[in-house]
């Protein structure tokens, strides 16, 4: 089977391979072939995935092209973790922001939407050109913001495209692990929309361990997210937020620790990236060495100024290992083989959530089987959450009227509606300072 990757040359490529390297079963990924517009990158990652590969016999194996069309033709799957504008667009969707005193994450407010401005248009071309040249494959979108392009693409390739992300994934682990259960035997009820969901419930053999969670401090405080919210909150709000939701709880907080960091987390990445990439164009360089030391430096910064500003901590060790690498492989094996199983995917809502319409893509627990994901029955949200979460469905809605249009009204109306900007005024600004920086959103009149 054909595995595409498009986004080949990114950093996080050998996470996805290194997964595949533990499957030998039947039916697996026999082939990978990278897609990148960058051809030096392309060359670097190639060269950590043979020594990934050195000591595996049936190593998958790895082609790369910079020709999206020969890169598609014959997948079975396609995995779809794109960065238009790469990091220093990411840098540059932080500093406007921050500039006009507002969240400039690449998901969340302000940032976010200049994300999804630019990369709506992308995403949607290449679903139409799967739909044309791989119309038997499924598509797993890892790319950022993740259910509001899974949704661009849904719109071209229906209930073909999954969206997949490993923080509901990293969030139930934690807690089962705290409880005392294993991760893998525990059903997780979350519900949301992508980086904007809650864990209301976490059963171990059928019974829920929330409750003695929450009534417990020294449980609370024992992992992350009970560091980064706080207990107090977090019995207000009788569930665990994803830590995303850090940015609209505590959003003064957050953005004053971003505006006084050194660097922002994009302008970080961006610097680590480029002396890594660097450091691969030497020919004896140690690739799988090299990569391995950049990619523990990248782990553990993450979210840092949140920790910092909510004074949480260092991460835990085993929270450094990832995750969506194992949700992608489980959610393939399960399509590819019929191995029926439980995930956490971005899929479109159907009846799932009644406040949103069948075509929204939410972040809910799934059936999968070789017909796809099936989103399982939720409770309703609780009215504080269902605001948040219908406020910022229909923030997505305007950037893919503004996507589809070249709107620029349309996108000014998506940065005003946003929770975390304040002012008409500002959006207006934002909208500017983004098509000063970004010739992806010249298409805006």
């Known amino acids: 089977m054909k595995l595409t990757i498009l986004g080949g040359g990114g950093f996080r490529v050998p996470l996805v391979y290194g997964a595949l390297l533990t499957d030998h079963a039947e039916g697996r990924v026999t082939e990978v072939v990278l897609h990148d517009l960058d051809a030096g990158r392309l060359d670097a990652v190639v060269r950590v995935l043979a020594e990934q590969a050195a000591d595996v016999p049936d190593a998958p194996a790895v082609t790369a092209t910079t020709d999206l069309d020969q890169a598609l033709r014959g997948a079975g799957f396609v995995f779809c973790a794109i960065r238009v504008g790469g990091l220093e667009g990411r840098a540059n969707d932080e500093r406007v922001a921050l500039a006009e005193g507002v969240l400039g994450q690449e998901t969340v407010g302000a940032g976010g939407i200049a994300y999804g401005l630019r990369t709506v248009p992308v995403a949607a071309d290449i679903a139409r050109r799967v739909a044309r040249l791989a119309p038997d494959a499924w598509v797993i979108n890892f790319t950022n913001p993740a259910g509001l392009v899974t949704e661009a693409m849904s719109r071209h390739l229906g209930d073909r495209v999954i969206g997949i ?69 977090l019995r207000s709000l009788g569930a665990i937020p994803n830590e995303y939701l850090h940015y609209y ?10 505006r006084r960091a050194e ?3 994009g302008a970080f990445l961006r610097d680590q990236q480029a002396r890594f990439y660097a450091e691969m164009r030497e ?12 990619r523990a430096e990248r782990e553990a910064t993450y979210m840092a100024e949140n920790r910092e500003a909510a004074g949480a901590g260092e991460r835990a060790a085993e929270d450094l290992s990832g995750g969506y690498e194992k949700v992608a492989l489980a959610l393939m094996r399960a399509i590819a083989r019929d191995e029926r199983t439980t995930l ?51 923030v997505e809605r305007e950037v893919l009227a503004a996507a589809e249009s070249g709107s620029r009204a349309a996108a000014v109306k998506a940065f005003a509606l946003h929770p975390l900007v304040d002012s008409v005024t500002v959006a207006r600004r934002l909208v500017e300072g983004y098509t000063d920086v970004h010739p992806g959103l010249a298409y805006l009149k």
């Open 263 to 265: 660097r922002t987390r």
């Open 344 to 394: 956490i995917l971005d899929v479109r809502n159907r009846a799932t959530l009644p406040v949103l319409d069948s075509e929204a893509v939410v972040e809910v627990p799934c059936l999968v089987d070789a017909n796809g994901a099936h989103p399982v029955a939720v409770a309703p949200l609780p009215g504080h959450a269902t605001g948040l979460v219908c406020a910022v469905k229909a």
């Open 249 to 258: 709880y505590f959003n003064r907080e957050a953005v004053h620790a971003y």
């Open 165 to 233: 992300c490993d923080s509901p994934v990293g969030l139930g682990r934690r807690i089962a692990r705290v409880l005392g259960g294993d991760p893998r035997e525990a059903w997780i009820d979350y519900v949301g929309l992508n980086h904007l969901g809650w864990v209301r419930g976490l059963h171990i053999a059928g019974r829920d361990e929330l409750p003695r969670l929450l009534a417990d401090p020294g449980l609370l405080g024992s992992f992350e997210e009970g560091r980064l919210f706080g207990a107090d909150w």
């Open 283 to 294: 020919p004896g360089a140690r690739a799988l060495t090299a990569w391995n030391r950049t």
